[in-house]
């Protein structure tokens, strides 16, 4: 089968792109609004860009070119926190993904518990044991029509780590305690599957 991306529609190409890209890694990103509401959404266009500084990347969609709350917010403050999603909060987080108006706090309806980040303005929340307390490094808008953009890629430097004690040992993260998910296409999800390594050639 040969596809021209160009003779499909945004959805179709969705489907291609989130159905081959996988799986996929989910970022739980708090922000904060100009009124002081934190702001929790999920997101799977997530990765490193580099460890030198540390920096990663979020990729969030416009809608009809309207920005998401996530991204109005982080241009505004340019601040966010960063939470590894797992099997133990992603029920959780799933909650959040709700469509809610920017003065409802997606963070109460999921009943998640927020605490203080130590270099950023912006609350992290407890139930996740991994959080990358970040400041925006850039904020690039991409694609969509020349009328309306598709998507803020925001790209931030990691100025703080937490890290669970109970994952992290002489500086690595154990796979198996973290416990990460990652996102497949439409609703579903897959675990942490068989681990086997390679050795790389000198
Ligand atoms: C697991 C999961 C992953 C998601 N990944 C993305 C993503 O990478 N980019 C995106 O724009 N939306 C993604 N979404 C949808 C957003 O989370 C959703 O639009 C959310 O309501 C945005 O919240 P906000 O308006 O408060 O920023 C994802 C949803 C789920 C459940």
Excluded: W
């Amino acid at each position: 089968m040969n596809i021209n991306p160009q003779d499909l529609t945004e959805r179709e190409n969705y489907k291609l792109l989130t159905g081959s890209i996988i799986p996929r890694p989910i970022a739980f990103v708090t922000s904060i609004s100009d009124d002081g509401v934190v702001n929790g959404a999920p997101f799977s266009f997530f990765n490193i860009v580099s460890s030198n500084p540390p920096m990663i990347s979020v990729s969030v969609q416009r809608k009809s070119g309207v920005m998401k709350d996530t991204a109005r917010n982080i241009a505004a403050n340019k601040q966010f926190v960063v939470h590894i999603v797992n099997e133990q909060n992603v029920a959780k987080v799933n909650e959040t993904a709700a469509n809610l108006p920017p003065d409802e706090s997606e963070i109460d309806r999921a009943q998640f518990t927020l605490i203080d980040s130590t270099k950023v303005n912006v609350p992290g929340v407890v139930e996740a044991k991994v959080r990358f307390e970040c400041e925006l490094e850039q904020m690039i808008v991409l694609g969509g029509t020349e009328e309306q953009a598709g998507c803020d890629f925001i790209i931030g430097r990691v100025k703080h780590y937490f890290i669970d004690d109970a994952i992290y040992n002489e500086g690595k993260i154990d796979a198996l305690e973290l416990a990460a998910v990652s996102r497949l296409a439409g609703n579903s999800y897959a675990k942490i599957g068989d681990l086997f390594e390679i050795e790389r050639p000198e």
